[in-house]
């Protein structure tokens, strides 16, 4: 009887080491404090990106459009209102992609991500910010953005 509660207690002991290094994995890999948003322009992408636990960083980004690797900025462009909203400390969090070329007209989805490096620079993971940005292309190459979500001010 002792050997069976010797086990069991191993096996907690060994399930609860794991959980322990699977979260602390986790939250080194894919850091909860990096928060941002995007919008269509009629030539391209534009947002902000900022990691809280660093306020100070300018974070690169990088932008898919259909799945597809499309270009790499740093958020390190003005954006006044993040600061008025209290999302940032400064206002030099901003990006844009501009002069998009983006294949064919129809609907299309872009999505943000934000190069995270781990302490050492051994690793890097992508985050993504906020949801993914969907919009149209018209026959001309202009941007037309597709609200999916709809807020309403109670």
Do not use: C
């Amino acid at each position: 009887m002792k050997l069976a509660h010797a086990l069991i207690a191993k096996s907690i002991a060994e399930s609860i080491l794991v959980g322990v290094l699977a979260v602390t994995f986790y939250i080194s890999a894919f850091p909860p404090t990096y928060h941002g948003w995007g919008e269509v322009l009629p030539d391209g992408i534009a947002g902000w990106a900022v990691n809280h636990a660093s306020p100070w960083e300018r974070v690169e980004v990088q932008l898919f459009i259909d799945a597809k690797f499309v270009a790499t900025a740093t958020a390190n462009l003005n954006r006044p209102d993040i600061v008025a909203v209290g999302w940032a400390r400064d206002a030099w969090h901003g990006y844009k992609f501009d002069g998009l070329k983006v294949r064919g007209p129809g609907r299309h989805q872009a999505i943000v991500y934000v190069l995270h490096s781990t302490r050492s620079g051994s690793q890097q993971t992508l985050q993504r910010l906020g949801d993914p940005i969907w919009f149209n292309v018209d026959d001309s190459g202009m941007l037309e953005p597709i609200y999916t979500r709809r807020f309403v001010a109670r």
